[in-house]
DNA sequence: ATGAAAGCGCTAACAC
DNA sequence: GTGTTAGCGCTTTCAT
């Protein structure tokens, strides 16, 4: 039992089955075995507490089944959900999974790319991409398959959902309820591509709707934060509430922020949604409870996974070579209590 | 550049610099290295595009630097809050994470765990735990380091809060708001033993107040469930309700079901916390939004997070061979909007 | 079906 | 300070 507290090798089940090497190995991993020698290595296996050592199997051969997970910050539901499915995904697959937190970072997503390469990872999944354009070359150059995930990426090989036909359907729904004069709101939460893409989704939908999108119905902030945290986001939306033509409804970027919207606009007063509508992207869990009721564009997060998994394990155990794989999805609008039509004229004016 | 795509080793570097193996291994891990050679190596290394391979180095040094984490479920923001924190701190110490979900089934966790040893990974940090001893025997067979986070366990390092005090705390505050029928509520999402201890901090705050704690004011069933998923639960739930003398509040085991717990309530037509009074236990990000305001014991997870980490790399680096470590750390009870002083009789009794 | 032997890419004594 | 050497524990030809 104890025995100089070094783990039992293949070796020390070869000498106790009184095999060779080779055939344990060959007995481990279920090929060419006598049944009778199977037994007795299997016994030997148990007898001396035998656990097949998986960095050596990886390195000799050169290669490991382990797959990158990177994120923008677990402490998100939305990331968090997605990486669950994912990992669920791949652990079906007999992958491993290792994590790694971003935090909206590019420097900190190098150094994370950095280390998943020195460990030899067998593909990686970028449910967050800053957009760097080195790190995917880096990435290619070493021949490690990379799926960028619920971020549209020309340059690799990615599945996202129709960001641009997502914001429509919700402008839509909003316009239908009778709005006009409708924000847009985005953080830095969001990777710029992903809001470059819902912001013209946003402005398209107005067009067709013959309206034009003003400037000052737009509150965009670059750094990943709440309005909550900054009093000058709090200024700067009572600037837009208070404006010459203000909005009755807003499209937020993602749902975190559109929570952090109903939670602030309901501290300045105004009520949601009887003076002011929100919609809010992605559909997190958090956007479906009673007390929230967020509507919002949903993102099929099954979908996402299930897509992204597949088309790594085809780059990891197939066709490297292969054109570019990109997968778009259709989103799906939630109806919640956070919309209704915009007050009457009378109703808004008796506004404090 | 295209060399037949075998990544450049050590050797290659050697070559391209005119040392031997040894002396670019020397400069890469930084020691004995004259200034001439070492730039001399550092170019040869830029030169061939030279990364280390950690598969490699962690078999010769037989360790890792990669630990792994066992969770219930990631998308439960308790733990990828939790799992966010600790992943954190094990980054800023050079050790990477590998993380793997239990969905709270046991012979899920075992599968993990003989994952993760064969691995080699440094050690494990479990934020959910079965209980189940063999795993833990296993594990210290194996002489891999273990901590037990967010759930006591005497058997084995670990930290954890109070939960007897924790739930004390809640109780008592429902005690002073004048609350004499308070109900338990508790799910399998949270481990048998950890709600064990919570039960009994409930029934001994009860005692405290020379109140005995009803049967029919418990409600408790193992699968990791919602109210909403099961019709009997909500059933029970009425019943519970409808008893000769109802619950005027709740305690509930953590904040997931809490919140469940209160739309299954206003949906069945009772105001929180007007009519019922709600508290939850764990402080999860959700609690604190003002659509919802959970009143809440919260668990300091930033404290939770540094401690295990610290325990555990102080066995994975050093003193593997002392008694156990334990930490219990202080709840702290935070007042939110799902408590009040109980309806009158009058106002009860206008019930429909 | 089984065994012998040659590494995988690196670190760590140990010589020089 | 630098080079030589002997493995780490396994898989995988290649003989037998």
Redesign the pocket.
């Known amino acids: 039992m104890t025995q100089g507290h070094?783990?039992p090798?293949?070796?020390d089940v070869a000498r106790a089955a009184g095999?060779?090497?080779?055939?344990v190995?060959?007995v481990?991993?279920g090929v060419?075995?006598?049944p009778?020698?199977r037994t007795r290595v299997l016994e030997a296996v148990a007898r001396v507490g035998y656990r097949?050592?998986a960095v050596?199997?990886n390195?000799?051969?050169?290669r490991t089944t382990t797959v990158g997970i990177l994120l923008g910050d677990l402490a998100n539901p939305f990331y968090s959900e997605l990486a669950k499915l994912v990992g669920q995904r791949l652990t079906e697959n007999g992958y491993a999974t290792t994590i790694g937190n971003t935090d909206g970072r590019s420097a900190r997503e190098r150094e994370l790319i950095e280390s998943l390469l020195e460990q030899r990872v067998a593909g990686i999944l970028m449910l967050q991409f800053s957009g760097e354009r080195s790190a995917l070359n880096e990435l290619r150059a070493q021949g490690v398959p990379v799926v960028v995930v619920s971020c549209w990426e020309e340059r690799s090989d990615c599945v996202a959902v129709d960001d641009a036909a997502g914001v429509e359907l919700g402008v839509r729904h909003l316009l239908e309820l009778g709005h006009r004069r409708i924000a847009y709101l985005s953080s830095g939460l969001v990777e710029p591509k992903t809001d470059q893409a819902r912001f013209e989704g946003y402005r398209s939908a107005l067009a067709g709707a013959g309206l034009v999108c003003a400037e000052n119905l737009i509150l965009r902030w670059e750094h990943p934060a709440y309005l909550r945290s900054g009093h000058d986001l709090i200024r700067e939306l009572q600037r837009l509430l208070c404006g010459a033509s203000p909005p009755t409804a807003f499209f937020v970027s993602n749902d975190l922020v559109a929570i952090d919207l109903i939670e602030t606009l309901e501290q300045l007063g105004f009520e949601v949604p009887e003076e002011l509508s929100v919609v809010g992207f992605d559909n997190i869990a958090l956007a479906g409870l009673a007390r929230v009721s967020l509507t919002t564009v949903a993102q099929p997060r099954d979908e996402l996974a299930r897509a992204a998994v597949e088309i790594l394990l085809g780059r990891i155990e197939g066709s490297v070579m292969h054109p570019v794989r990109q997968v778009r999805l259709a989103p799906e609008l939630v109806k919640r209590g956070s919309t209704a039509a915009p007050p009457t004229v009378s109703a808004a004016s008796r506004r404090p």
Chains 1, 2 share one sequence.
């Open positions: 070094r783990q090798t293949i070796l095999v060779s090497k080779s055939t190995s060959n481990i991993r060419a075995a006598s009778a020698t097949p050592n050596a199997r390195l000799v051969r050169r």
